[in-house]
């Protein structure tokens, strides 16, 4: 039955099909990172399943039709593009934003801790004198806006964001909201 599509279909589908497999790749990669096993599996197993499909399509008529290679490759790249996307939008992983302020520093405290986030305080100096360190937790999605904020009160601060590879379970991180806690643990 496949064998009757035309072959340019098949090229399409073969795209649409890399770009689902490496978008849930990229997803069930950060699933892995934070320990979030059955997501993971169950991720994995769709991707692979996926994946077998579109490289039996490639490898089964490359002698034919060895142009439907770029169509693979394509998708690979864009999936590799939209699974980051994904991982923005869903706001899985938390990172620590540092932020070092020599003037303002209580003041962007005060203004992220108004606004909810879970922040810690220290006294510290650079080789340019004292200042204070704020360390802030903050889901991917709302890094921004913690950098916004802050500059808002102190556009001379420096800044650093990290990635957290593991945090206190006793620690509840902002949450994001609605069907993502479905993800969850």
Known sequence: MIDTIPVWLVGVAIFVLRIIDVSMGT???IFVVEGRTKTAMVLGFFEVLIWVT???QVVGRFDDTPWLAP???GGFATGVGLGMLIERQLALKLYVVRILSSTHGRQIAETLRGEGHVLATFAGETNTGPVNLIYVSARGKRIRDVV???RAVDPDLFYLVESARQWS???NPPASAGWRSLFRK
Request: hydrophobic share 55%; proline share 7%.
């Open 27 to 29: 997803v069930r990669t």
């Open 54 to 56: 579109a490289i039996a």
């Open 71 to 73: 169509f693979y490759a």
């Open 148 to 150: 916004d904020r802050a």
């Open 169 to 171: 379970p006793n620690v």
